[in-house]
């Protein structure tokens, strides 16, 4: 198990959540505050997946809920997908049909509004 964490940066109007760790059960409430606290001010928010070593179905579900919660914002929402099991997993769950999964946080802050 590795411990969960977060880091915000700022740039370009967006605000780029960087999670590194396990991002499961025990590390969804911090997933969730901190992805709703880093929203405020930006056009678009990016979670950064290349520092977990581990996602499953509960941290899909927060990064749908991150979805919904800019959606609501009136906000562009978008992943960098990671790695290994991490990319897999939102490879099989078909996610990149809900929002933009792409390689480099750069490619959703150029990216036209939806």
Known sequence: MTEFSTSL????????????????IASEAQAVADLNASMDGCE??????????????T???????ADLRAKELGMR?????GSGMVARLLEVTRI???????????????????
């Open 9 to 24: 940066e700022r740039r370009s109007g967006a605000a780029i959540v960087a999670l590194a760790g396990d991002l499961d």
């Open 44 to 57: 678009v928010l990016v979670a950064d997946l290349r520092g977990l070593a581990f996602l499953d179905s």
């Open 59 to 65: 941290g899909v579900r927060v990064l749908i809920a």
């Open 77 to 81: 929402f978008g992943v960098v997908r």
């Open 96 to 114: 990149d049909q809900r929002f933009p999964v792409v390689d480099d946080p750069a490619e959703l802050m150029e990216a036209p509004p939806a």
